[in-house]
């Protein structure tokens, strides 16, 4: 069975520093992809960013991008200048390759962001 | 679009009783899913539905049961309600194309409370 571990339960940044999410997971797939989630307090899951696990390139999406470790099985998240708008809580899912497959999620890392 | 829609947004139930969370999708997605999220975890999955008339289990099923008779719809029944069920609820839909890299679209969530 597939387990995604997030061992940061909790981080802080000041606005308009960088951070990095950490993410573990566990698969004997080789065509799965990964996400992060943002939850704010409105509980809206909104996805942040996407990785193919066939696509070497590491994903971006404008302040937001990831360390895609294939061999370590490590999935990181780093949040450039950071905004108040961002404080939220963030979570790392896993879904293998096959059209409509269940997402498995970590525990969720909660992200404070101090003015 | 109004995407994913979940009622009732709040619900407090006595034990035992019995409701059903209601989720309907408009984007003629295939596939759809019931999540569930206890206070400071991740989302686990507890049953989802390929299509209308097909419905299976996920990792956390006991005390629910699902129907799926339209594309568009996909209740939630909790029968003889328990503590344990206290949670936010989760729907989820997402295209059933052979791309895997569709992603899911989430409703705004439930909150139950049962005492």
């Known amino acids: 069975a597939q387990t995604v571990t997030q061992s940061q339960p909790e981080m802080s940044v000041q606005e308009a520093e960088t951070v990095t999410l950490s993410c573990t997971y566990d698969t004997s797939e080789s065509d799965y992809y990964l996400f992060w989630y943002k939850q704010p307090p409105s509980r809206q899951m909104i996805l942040v960013i996407r990785q193919e696990a066939y696509k070497q390139q590491n994903a971006t999406e404008n302040r937001f991008s990831v360390n895609f470790q294939k061999a370590a099985k490590s999935f990181s998240l780093k949040i450039s200048d950071s905004q108040l708008g961002d404080a939220a809580m963030y979570f790392c899912a896993y879904r293998r390759g096959t059209s409509g497959s269940r997402l498995t999620f970590g525990e969720g890392t909660q992200l404070t962001v101090n003015p | 679009n109004a995407g994913v829609t979940q009622t009732p947004k709040f619900r407090i139930l006595k034990i035992g009783q019995s409701m059903t969370l209601q989720c309907a999708q408009d984007m003629n997605h295939n596939y759809m899913y019931w999540y569930r999220q206890d206070p400071g975890m991740g989302l686990k999955l507890i049953y989802y539905?390929?299509?209308?008339?097909?419905?299976d289990k996920g990792e956390v099923p006991n005390g629910y049961n699902v129907s799926r008779s339209t594309t568009e719809d996909f209740p939630l029944r909790l029968e003889l309600a328990a503590p344990s069920q206290t949670s936010v609820y989760f729907c989820?839909?997402?295209?059933?194309?052979?791309?895997?890299?569709?992603?899911?679209?989430f409703g705004p969530g439930t909150r139950l409370t049962v005492l």
């Open positions: 989820a839909s997402s295209y059933s194309g052979t791309s895997g890299r569709n992603e899911q679209f």
């Open positions: 539905s390929v299509g209308a008339g097909i419905t």
